[in-house]
């Protein structure tokens, strides 16, 4: 994803893990605990690509329905 500001492309930009059917933002993990930090990240996506929904997955867990946090812009 570039970063566009006031119309000067940078050439630097951000990684998104997966982009489903361009709207749906998937940001995966393996950390112990998901933290404000990793919400933020995915929030960042959705406001520079306009994208309404994000999953943030973390497989570092027993159980991968406990993994999974929704985050909307």
């Known amino acids: 994803m ?4 006031k119309d000067v492309k940078l050439d630097h930009g ?3 893990d997966l982009l489903v059917d361009e709207k749906v933002v998937v940001e995966i993990k393996t950390v112990e ?7 933020a990240q995915v929030l ?6 306009n994208y ?3 999953l943030l997955l973390n497989f570092y867990v027993t159980t991968l329905k406990n993994g999974i946090k ?4």
């Open 14 to 16: 951000y990684r998104i």
């Open 2 to 5: 570039p970063i566009v500001y």
């Open 44 to 49: 960042t996506y959705l406001k520079l690509g």
């Open 33 to 39: 605990a998901l933290n404000d930090v990793h919400t």
């Open 70 to 73: 929704r985050v909307i812009n």
């Open 52 to 54: 309404k929904l994000g």
